[in-house]
C-alpha cells in the first residue's frame, strides 16, 4: 500500500508539474522492444519482459536466434525475391503448372501464409493482452498486433511527434488523385465491385457499437452479403418453397424482390419509394448498380442451384434444401476467389489451387476471426473510376450512386460486360483515389486512431518484412518523401494504411510489398480456414450428392454469370487484352460461351 502511494505521488506530480510523460514513467512496451513476435509484457512500474516462447530467438528482446533459427533465416529467401520469381520466368511456371509440384508449391504457400495468422484469435481493440473475454465475445473484430499502450509520450509508441497530421490533410495531399492512372495488371470494374461485394459480408464494422466492432458474426465467407448476417433477416429474404430466396421477375429475369415482398432495412437515400428499394443481404448494396449486379447474380444461382439439388432429391424438406445450396454457394465462392481473384491481383504465374485436400496431413485450424488490419487494408478505392461507362454511355458518380434503375434498365448482361471491359484506377503509390471517395480514406485514417492501430513498420516486421529505414526507401522518391517526413517526423511513426497506399508498388503490380505480404495470409486464413474445407465437411454428402460438389469443383466466374443470364456476355476481372494476341490470354474469356458451359 505505502509502497503503491510513494511510486504514484512522484508520477502525478510530475506530470501535473513538469511534462506529460517523464522518461521513468514511460510503458516500456511503448518501445516495442521486442522482436521476432516476441510478447510484451510490463512487469513492475518501470520493467518489462518479453516472452520469446516458440519465436525461436531468446535473450531480452528476442533478437539472439537459436541454431535452427540461424540456419533457417539464412535459407528462407526474401518476400521480394520469392515474389520475383513467382512473377516471372513464365515457361517454368508452364512447367510446374502441369506437374506435382504445383501441388507442393501451392501448399507452402498456403502454410507459410496462414501460420502467420494467430489461431485462435488473440487479441481485440479493448484488449492487448490474451483474455476469455476477446477469444469468446466475437462483436470484437481480432487484431494482430496488440493496440499501442494508452499511456505513451506519442500516438505511435516513442517515435514521432506528439500529434499525428491531420486526416484531412494527409488525404489531399498524398492520396486525392490528380489524373486517372489505369491498373497497370489491367484490372477492370467487374473485378473492383466483386472485391466490394464479396468483402462487404465480413467487413461490417458496427455503427452503434464502434468502430472496434463487427455485426458480421460468422467472420468469414458465410455468405451473409446474400442471406442476411441473422436468422430473422434471412427468413424474411426466403421463398421457402425449395429452398429458394424470394425474388422478382422482369421480363421473365430474376431479380431481388423489393422491400415490399422482404421487409428488411436496405440503406437508400430518404425518400426512395419502396417499390425501388431491392431486398438482399447486405444492406448496403442499394449503393451501387455494381453491387446489385453480383446480388442478383448470386440470388439467380442460390435458385439456380436449389434446382438442381431438388431434382436429385425430390423428399428434401425447404430446410435441407436452403441450407445445402448455401453451402454449395459458399464453396463456389472460395473457388471463384482462389483461383479467379486472389490469381488475379497476385499477378503469380504460379497457377493457385483451390483444393482444402492440400491441408489434411498439416496442422491447420478451421477457424477465422475477421482483423481490424485486414479491414484497414482491404480500402482500395483507387479502383474505382473517374466516371462509369455502360454500352458507351457515360454516367457520373451523381447518376451512378443509388441509381435504383440502372441494373433493370440494361440488364445483367449489359452491366457485367460494360465492367469487364473497363479498366480500373491504380491503387498503389499515392494519389490514386478519386475526390468524391475520399472521405473514406479520411475515415480510414480516423479509425486506426481511435483504435491506436500501431506503426507500420510494426507491422512490416510482424509478418516478416523488414522495417523501412527511411521515407525515401518506402516511397522510392525524394519528394513525396521529404513532405511525409515533415509531418510525422520519424519513419517508424508513419500509420498503418498510409505506408500500405503510399509504398511504391511493385513492377506491374496492384500495389506495393506490404499490402500482399499483410493482405495474403489474412485472406487465404479466411477461405481456406472456412468449415467447408474442414475432412469432416469437404466431401460430396455435404453438398448434396457428387452434382453439388462439382458444382464447387468448377465454379467460375463465367460460369456464375453465364448460367445465369440469357445471352453469355464478355466476362473477366481483367480487360481484355489487345488484339495483337493470338487468342491464347484469358481462359475466362467468352470465346465460344455456349459450347464451353
Ligand atoms: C532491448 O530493447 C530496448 C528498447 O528498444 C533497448 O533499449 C535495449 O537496449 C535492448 N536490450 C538488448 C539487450 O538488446
Ligand atoms: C500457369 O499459370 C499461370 C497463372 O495462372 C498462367 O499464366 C500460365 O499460362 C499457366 N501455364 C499453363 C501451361 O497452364
Ligand atoms: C461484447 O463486448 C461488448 C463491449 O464490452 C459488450 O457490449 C457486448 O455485450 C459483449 N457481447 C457479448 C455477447 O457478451
Ligand atoms: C440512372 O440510370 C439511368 C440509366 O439506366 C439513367 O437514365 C438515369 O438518369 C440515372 N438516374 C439518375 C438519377 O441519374
Same mark, same amino acid.
Given at each position: 500500500m505505502t509502497r503503491l502511494c510513494l511510486s504514484v505521488a512522484p508520477v502525478i506530480l510530475l506530470s501535473v508539474c513538469v511534462s506529460p510523460a517523464s522518461p521513468s514513467t514511460v510503458n516500456p512496451c511503448c518501445y516495442y522492444p521486442c522482436q521476432n513476435k516476441g510478447v510484451c509484457m510490463r512487469v513492475g512500474w518501470e520493467d518489462y519482459e518479453c516472452d520469446c516462447t516458440r519465436t525461436g530467438y531468446f535473450g531480452i528482446n528476442c533478437t539472439l536466434p537459436e541454431f535452427w533459427t540461424r540456419l533457417r533465416v539464412l535459407l528462407k529467401p526474401s518476400p521480394a525475391v520469392y515474389h520475383f520469381i513467382l512473377t516471372h520466368c513464365k515457361w517454368l511456371w508452364d512447367i510446374i503448372n502441369t506437374t506435382f509440384v504445383r501441388d507442393t508449391l501451392m501448399k507452402l504457400v498456403l502454410t507459410v501464409r496462414a501460420n502467420l495468422i494467430p489461431s485462435p484469435p488473440t487479441y481485440n481493440s479493448a484488449y492487448g493482452y490474451i483474455s476469455w473475454e476477446s477469444y469468446a465475445n466475437v462483436s470484437y473484430f481480432t487484431r494482430v498486433l496488440p493496440p499501442v *499502450?494508452?499511456? %505513451? *509520450?506519442?500516438?505511435? =509508441?516513442?517515435? &514521432? $511527434?506528439k500529434q499525428l497530421p491531420d486526416p484531412q490533410l494527409l488525404a489531399e495531399k498524398f492520396l486525392l488523385r490528380r489524373q486517372f492512372q489505369r491498373d497497370p495488371r489491367g484490372t477492370n470494374l467487374m473485378f473492383a465491385f466483386f472485391a466490394q461485394h464479396f468483402t462487404h459480408q465480413f467487413f461490417k464494422t458496427s455503427g452503434k457499437m464502434g *468502430? &472496434?466492432?463487427? $455485426?458480421?458474426? &460468422?467472420?468469414?465467407?458465410?455468405?451473409g452479403h446474400l442471406y442476411g448476417d441473422n436468422l430473422e433477416r434471412q427468413h424474411q429474404l426466403r421463398l421457402f418453397k425449395d429452398g429458394k430466396l424470394k425474388y422478382q421477375l422482369r421480363d421473365g429475369e430474376m431479380y431481388p424482390p423489393t422491400v415490399l415482398e422482404a421487409e428488411v432495412h436496405m440503406i437508400y437515400p430518404p425518400g426512395t419509394p419502396k417499390e425501388k428499394k431491392l431486398a438482399v443481404g447486405q444492406e448496403v448494396f442499394g449503393l451501387l448498380p455494381g453491387l446489385m449486379m453480383y446480388a442478383t447474380l448470386w440470388l439467380r444461382e442460390h435458385n439456380r442451384v436449389c434446382e438442381v439439388l431438388k431434382q436429385e432429391h *425430390?423428399?428434401?424438406?425447404d430446410e435441407q434444401l436452403f441450407q445445402t445450396a448455401r453451402l454449395v454457394l459458399i464453396g463456389e465462392t472460395i473457388k471463384i476467389v482462389v483461383e479467379e481473384y486472389v490469381q488475379h491481383l497476385s499477378g503469380y504465374f504460379l497457377r493457385l489451387k483451390f483444393d482444402p485436400e492440400l491441408l489434411f496431413d498439416v496442422q491447420f485450424q478451421y477457424r477465422n476471426r475477421i482483423a481490424v488490419e485486414f479491414n484497414q487494408l482491404y480500402h482500395w478505392h483507387g479502383l474505382m473510376p473517374d466516371s462509369f461507362v455502360i454500352q458507351g454511355k457515360e454516367y457520373s458518380y451523381q447518376q451512378f450512386i443509388y441509381n435504383t434503375s440502372m441494373l433493370m434498365d440494361y440488364g445483367v448482361e449489359a452491366l457485367v460486360e460494360s465492367f469487364s471491359k473497363q479498366i480500373a484506377g491504380k491503387v498503389? =503509390? =499515392?494519389?490514386? +483515389?478519386n475526390t468524391h471517395l475520399l472521405k473514406v480514406a479520411v475515415g480510414v485514417i480516423e479509425e486506426s486512431r481511435l483504435l491506436r492501430l500501431q506503426p507500420f513498420n510494426e507491422y512490416r516486421k510482424r509478418f516478416s518484412m523488414k522495417p523501412y529505414k527511411s521515407f525515401q526507401e518506402l516511397t522510392g522518391e525524394e519528394e513525396k518523401a521529404a513532405a511525409l517526413e515533415e509531418l510525422y517526423g520519424d519513419i517508424n511513426a508513419l500509420e498503418f494504411y498510409p505506408g500500405l497506399l503510399l509504398e511504391k508498388p511493385q513492377p506491374n503490380s496492384m500495389f506495393g510489398e506490404s499490402m500482399v505480404e499483410t493482405g495474403a495470409p489474412f485472406s487465404l486464413k479466411g477461405l481456406f480456414g472456412?468449415? +467447408? %474445407?474442414s475432412p469432416e465437411y469437404w466431401k460430396p454428402s455435404t453438398f448434396g450428392g457428387a452434382a453439388g460438389f462439382e458444382i464447387v469443383k468448377t465454379a467460375s466466374l463465367q460460369k456464375l454469370v453465364c448460367r445465369n443470364v440469357r445471352r453469355c456476355p464478355f466476362v473477366s476481372f481483367h480487360v481484355p487484352e489487345p488484339s495483337t494476341e493470338t487468342g491464347t490470354t484469358g481462359d475466362h474469356q467468352a470465346k465460344n460461351p455456349s459450347t464451353e458451359l
Open positions: *499502450p494508452e499511456d %505513451c *509520450p506519442t500516438p505511435m =509508441g516513442t517515435s &514521432g $511527434k *468502430p &472496434g466492432f463487427t $455485426k458480421a458474426l &460468422g467472420h468469414g465467407v458465410d455468405l *425430390p423428399t428434401w424438406s498503389g =503509390g =499515392g494519389q490514386s +483515389i472456412n468449415p +467447408i %474445407c
